[in-house]
């Protein structure tokens, strides 16, 4: 089975692209694996809410599909973060421009 294929009973969800590299992508590997890797595959791809391909990438080159959902994971919680941080940001400008208010009207 190739790595593009994937079960008809389930919706596909598109995944965001990769960003683009300079110069492209121009290297293409293709693996085969049996219909029980493929199963194995789908399942921790759907577990880490990635495709198939990345999967394989991060995981090679994280050092395993653990290592590269800890790395999502962490950005994830980075990115939670900073939106945290901006909320808060507001409601602080938010206050700042309620007390210069008052204090201009007097």
């Given amino acids: 089975m190739s790595v593009d294929s994937h079960n008809d009973a389930e ?18 590997h293709i693996v085969k694996v049996s219909p029980e890797e493929e199963g194995q595959l789908l399942a921790l791809a759907l577990q880490y ?11 090679a080159l994280a050092g395993g599909a653990a290592a590269a959902a ?3 994971s962490v ?11 901006h909320r808060l940001l507001a409601g602080l ?14």
């Fill in 11 to 28: 919706p596909v969800r598109r995944q965001a692209r990769r960003r683009n590299v300079k110069g492209g992508r121009i290297a293409r």
């Fill in 49 to 59: 809410k990635v495709t198939v391909p990345k999967l394989l990438v991060d995981s």
């Fill in 70 to 72: 800890a790395n999502e």
């Fill in 75 to 85: 950005r994830h919680e980075v990115i939670a973060q900073m939106f945290a941080t």
């Fill in 93 to 106: 400008a938010n206050n700042v421009n309620q007390m210069a208010k008052a204090t201009n009207a007097t």
